[in-house]
């Protein structure tokens, strides 16, 4: 007998993720992906001025407000052919990477560590025991008895109270929680801790975007950033020196706490490096543009199709040809009208609402395509795709943390478990050391540039008569991120958003083939369906974010989640 | 020690009515001229990145669209109880969906959260892509703005109006494109 959970989350943004499973013999066996509200935004792009695009677009969505303004002003540029000064690349890349730092960050402990961390089991812990334990794993300084008590003694306070709060909702003492007390209680000191160094990373954004959480120093063509080294109110050595530091501090949390943490973790929870893989279709676009042209990058892109890591295809640069012409969206299970995938230059959008319907239409997510078939996207994606082509900075930290994993677990712990679950995580973790270590070198490379005496920051924009087409695409923290604009006489005529969780939240297209997250769930056990913590910590790792939210608040608390069983 | 007060217009200003929160933040920010320790922000649609805009400092003013069985512009405020009373979605889904409530929580355990909280709620009437402020909600933002000075009052802040040129805002209506400059 097979049951139909459905997970709907009611809160007060209408647009949400949904997500629908069938549970025969406490495992999935069928699932489905939808969001549940269409917006429309990019409609209102349209007859605007490209110069302003993004600061529109950087309103998408509230959390990855600089990824939406970055990605515009690519397009814009990739479609005028206007190159970036060196300069301009520098600062975006830093202003890119703090964000992206901050948002991995934020999202290991905010947001998905309390589906592994057993809240309730931590005023069990001996501090003391814990405090030993870390030493034997990390250098950090801060997980003192002390620092560790204190973080316990908030717990029992909260516990105490018997009012949960933020604790209220999480499903504690289920049987799939297996940390010690002592891991549960370092893990959630590290949850407090990590409020401080996201806040830190989110500082460099602001000083080097002026505001935050709209960034206000974009361009086309580059930055507004007046760089003066002598002038405290513009960006000088004492305002660069600050960010420097900051970063030092964010990639010291990184090295010795995230990436520990979530290898410990891992070591501790080995079965789900063999659950949640689904789609093995990866694809990541090369980012950190290290020149005025975008001719090197950093990080490396490519594709790789079926599993079959040996077959990567590399992308050359971030508009790469292949890309460009590889990508359609299919409407076929989709609210909207149309027949055929469209490519998104000719990208249409006529809504066409149905009742939820698994074999028909269920989604207000269209199914993004690259070649024909669904993609992962999203750090493990990146870190599979670097690794492959033996990017160095890559294999440096994924083979550092997979012996991290394998000494913790006693196993051997390969490349090929990254496919999972824990992947993702252990992906992310991984993405966010390189990230931290690059942006030491980027930042060098500003200051080496400015030593030059190069002050240039912006190159204008020419606009030409008649049409032009661009793609501007940045690898986010979610994964590839693609916008496409067409500019006809100096206006917008055209403009589509592929974002990165339409990608792994894409329902099933014409073929019937599923999308990342709804393959991801197959087989996935659930010990009590009632409570199906299995499924969250699936969907949580690919770090979703449907909310490109109406955010009105409802005081009447209707923000309720229904766990419906059938 | 001055009390440190943050001053937070919440919403899209994509959508509608969700936009009434950044445009009370621009209007205040481009009329007013408030003590050092006054901080406005347009802080968009956050998720549990509000966290850090609402740690290390003692006071919180919103501003934010709400729905509620009044009628179309109507001024409401809440306070940390009203807004705590009902807890964080069961399940989170969605990781970066709108995150008051858990946000004030988080900060709170960390010790960092704001003492005092006040929410001036506005009764939205549309939610339409593009469609900008409807006139009932336009005219509530300026009580919003009474409302948001007699909370600086109470808190021992000060502020003195400029003399400036009307606000008028960047989003909306659509500015003059570039023109195409050569001919192919």
Known sequence: ?566 | MKKKITIGGIGSILLGDDGVGPYVAGILQASYHFDECVTVADLGTPGLDLVAHLSGIDALILIDSVKNQDPPGTVTLYRKEDILRHCPAPVRMDPHSPALSESLLIAELAGEGPQNILLIGITGEQYHAGAGLSAAVRQAADRSILEVLAELDRLNASYSKLQAAPFSVWWNPMTEPARATSQV
């Open chain 1, 1 to 566: 007998m097979s049951k139909r959970i459905t997970i709907d989350p009611i809160t007060r943004i209408e647009g949400h993720l949904r997500i629908d499973v069938e549970v025969e013999n406490y495992a999935v066996s069928n699932a489905w992906a939808s969001c549940t509200m269409w917006r429309g935004i990019e409609t209102i792009l349209r007859d605007r001025d490209p110069r302003d695009a993004w600061m529109f677009t950087q309103r998408f969505c509230g959390v990855c407000t600089t990824v939406h303004a970055m990605a515009s002003v690519r397009a814009v540029e990739d479609a005028l052919k206007l190159p970036v000064p060196a300069n301009a690349q520098y600062i975006r890349n830093l202003i890119l990477i703090a964000h992206a730092l901050h948002d991995h960050i934020v999202h290991f402990y905010q947001l998905s560590a309390l589906d592994w961390v057993d809240i309730l089991q931590i005023p069990k812990a001996d501090p003391a025991a814990a405090s030993k334990l870390a030493e034997g794993l990390s250098p950090w300084t801060r997980n003192s008895r002390n620092e560790l008590k204190a973080a316990q003694d908030k717990v029992k306070a909260v516990a105490a109270s018997g009012q949960l709060g933020i604790f209220q909702n999480g499903y504690w003492g289920h049987p799939a929680m297996r940390l010690s007390p002592e891991v549960n209680l370092l893990a959630f000191t590290h949850y407090i801790q990590a409020l401080e160094y996201q806040r830190k990373a989110l500082q460099v954004v602001g000083m080097l975007g002026s505001k935050t959480p709209h960034i206000q120093n974009l361009l086309v063509g580059g930055v507004a950033n007046a760089i003066d080294l002598d002038n405290q109110s513009a960006l000088g050595m004492d305002k660069l020196e600050q960010i420097r530091i900051l970063l030092n501090e964010v990639a010291r949390f990184i090295n010795e706490v995230y990436l520990v943490d979530v290898c410990a973790v891992a070591a501790m929870y080995p079965e789900w490096f063999k659950i949640g893989s689904g789609v093995m279709n990866y694809l990541a676009v090369p980012d950190l543009p290290l020149d005025s042209n975008a001719a090197t990058y950093d990080l490396p892109g490519g594709d790789i199709m079926q599993g079959n890591v040996g077959g990567i295809q590399p992308f050359k640069t971030a508009s790469d040809l292949v890309f460009r012409e590889s990508v359609t969206e299919d409407v076929t299970h989709a609210y909207y009208q149309g027949e055929k995938p469209l490519h998104p230059w000719v990208g249409e959008t006529e809504p066409q609402f149905t009742e939820w319907d698994g074999e028909k239409k269920y989604s207000w997510v269209k199914g993004p395509r690259y070649k024909g078939q669904p993609m992962q996207v999203g750090p493990l994606a990146q870190v599979l795709i670097g690794y492959a082509q033996g990017h160095p900075l890559t294999r440096k930290y994924a083979d550092l943390a997979l012996g991290q994993v394998s000494a913790i677990a006693r196993v051997n712990a390969t490349p090929a478990l990254l496919h999972s679950t824990l992947g993702r995580h252990a992906a992310r973790a991984i993405r966010a050391a390189m990230l931290a270590e690059l942006a030491q070198k980027h930042w060098q490379l500003l200051v080496d540039n400015i030593a030059k005496g190069d002050l240039t920051v912006r190159n204008e924009p020419v606009f030409p008569f008649g049409e032009s087409e661009g793609v501007g695409t940045h690898e986010a923290p979610r994964g590839t991120l693609s916008h496409w604009v067409v500019i006809q006489h100096g206006k917008i005529k055209n403009y589509q958003a592929v974002v990165p969780s339409t990608w792994n939240a894409s329902p099933r297209d014409e073929s019937g083939t599923r999308g990342p997250y709804e393959a991801s769930l197959l087989h996935t056990p659930l010990a009590r369906p009632e409570e199906p913590l299995e499924v969250l910590r699936t969907v949580h790792s690919f770090d979703p974010c449907m909310a490109c939210a109406c955010h009105a608040f409802d005081p009447s608390g209707r923000q309720i989640a229904r766990v419906k069983v059938l």
